[in-house]
């Protein structure tokens, strides 16, 4: 009986040894899983008009270029750094400075439907504006950058711009893009002539936000967590929106209505299912900035100050159907920036979408 008891407990610790090996080589799967970067497929990037630089840390970064672009630009080298294979462009190539907008886009987004929405029509190359829209870490091909800020981003469009000999422009923020587009125009406000933020987040941002959007978010601190809601919850449902695109009426008669088959929706849909089929695994990262839970390294009173001691123009733009970047939460920019020309019209997040004419028109404006 003594030797029947203790075979018994001699199988049962090993099997419960067994069980915490098997479980936690299963973690270290998942977690791997869930953590790793897989390399951009850049071949596709090309074949759907994408160009990209290889930047310092060797992450890879995708931009697109729209509009009225410099025919002697040259785009044969990848790297940020100066032992590129080819020379960056020539100053003859590069537009002059009020004719050159760098676009930041939105949360699931990439820099190609912020091309595309300004190039309606030929819209962008009429007016005679050179469009750059580079696509943040974490979307598209842009390797995933953990722990970043937004310093860091104006860092890589900084080794963009240099990239293509690009030494003054204006930029625009949309959505998620505008603290981006703003920490831009901050700390490289050497070379920036004036803003705009479109439907922006804002650093209070977060104050606006529903309590299980903040219990979401701390869940996406878990890798495994982030991988199963970024790669198999937003991406199926953002690939059945795509393709039934009536479902934005229906479905969000307030923020999203603004956006259908007729008003240019496909470019926004086509562009969601682009933005996270490749990476998302950055997802945290970006929204704790989205949220305004990270703070902004600058005040926006700052944004309108330029080195040699001019004034820059800064233009806001929301809607009172907005429940994504409420206008509540960008009064934070109106009762803030000196000077700022601030505009509140009766319509939701996707307007510039809806309107591509209005969005053309603002760039038009900020390039004067």
């Known amino acids: 009986s003594c030797l029947h008891d203790t075979t018994i407990k001699m199988l049962s610790w090993k099997v419960v040894t067994f069980l915490v090996a098997f479980l936690s080589i299963l973690i270290g799967v998942a977690h791997y899983e869930a953590t790793r970067t897989r390399p951009a497929d850049l071949e596709a990037l090309e074949r759907e008009g994408g160009h990209y630089i290889i930047l310092e840390d060797g992450r890879t970064l995708?931009?697109?270029?729209?509009?009225?672009?410099?025919?002697?630009?040259?785009?044969?080298?990848?790297?940020?750094?100066?032992?590129?294979?080819?020379?960056?462009?020539?100053?003859?190539?590069?537009?002059?400075?009020?004719?050159t907008i760098v676009v930041i886009h939105g949360f699931t987004m990439t820099g190609q439907s912020m091309t595309s929405?300004?190039?309606?029509?030929?819209?962008?190359?009429?007016?005679?504006?050179?469009?750059?829209?580079?696509?943040?870490?974490?979307?598209?091909?842009?390797?995933?950058?953990?722990?970043?800020?937004?310093?860091?981003?104006?860092?890589?469009?900084?080794?963009?711009?240099?990239?293509?000999?690009?030494?003054r422009f204006s930029a625009i923020g949309m959505s998620f893009g505008g603290s981006h587009a703003a920490s831009i125009t901050y700390h490289l406000s050497h070379r920036v002539d004036n803003l705009a933020l479109?439907?922006?987040?804002?650093?209070?941002?977060?104050?606006?936000?529903?309590?299980?959007?903040?219990?979401?978010?701390?869940?996406?601190?878990?890798?495994?967590?982030?991988?199963?809601?970024?790669?198999?919850?937003?991406?199926?449902?953002?690939?059945?929106?795509?393709?039934?695109?009536?479902?934005?009426?229906?479905?969000?008669?307030?923020?999203?209505?603004?956006?259908?088959?007729?008003?240019?929706?496909?470019?926004?849909?086509?562009?969601m299912v682009r933005s996270m089929?490749?990476?998302?695994?950055?997802?945290h990262d970006n929204v704790d900035i989205a949220d305004g839970t990270v703070p902004w390294p600058f005040h926006v009173k700052d944004l309108v100050n330029k080195p040699d001691g001019t004034l820059r123009k800064v233009y806001v733009y929301t809607g009172s159907l907005d429940t994504l970047a409420p206008a509540v939460s960008q009064h934070f920019f109106r009762d803030n920036i000196p000077g700022v020309v601030f505009e509140e019209g009766s319509h939701g997040h996707l307007n510039f979408f809806r309107e591509p004419e209005w969005i053309l028109n603002v760039a038009k404006k900020i390039s004067k």
């Open 62 to 99: 995708e931009y697109f270029l729209g509009g009225d672009i410099p025919s002697s630009l040259s785009l044969s080298s990848h790297s940020s750094s100066s032992s590129s294979s080819s020379p960056p462009p020539s100053s003859s190539s590069t537009p002059s400075p009020s004719d």
């Open 117 to 167: 929405i300004l190039d309606v029509d030929g819209g962008a190359k009429k007016a005679g504006l050179f469009i750059i829209a580079p696509t943040m870490p974490g979307f598209g091909y842009s390797t995933p950058h953990h722990g970043r800020s937004l310093a860091s981003f104006a860092h890589d469009v900084e080794q963009l711009l240099d990239h293509l000999n690009v030494t």
């Open 198 to 271: 479109i439907s922006s987040v804002s650093e209070v941002h977060h104050a606006h936000r529903p309590l299980v959007f903040k219990a979401v978010r701390a869940l996406l601190y878990v890798p495994i967590i982030n991988k199963i809601i970024s790669s198999y919850i937003m991406y199926p449902i953002f690939a059945t929106i795509a393709s039934v695109q009536n479902s934005f009426t229906k479905y969000f008669p307030s923020d999203w209505a603004d956006v259908d088959n007729t008003l240019h929706g496909h470019i926004f849909s086509e562009d």
């Open 277 to 283: 089929r490749h990476h998302m695994h950055g997802l």
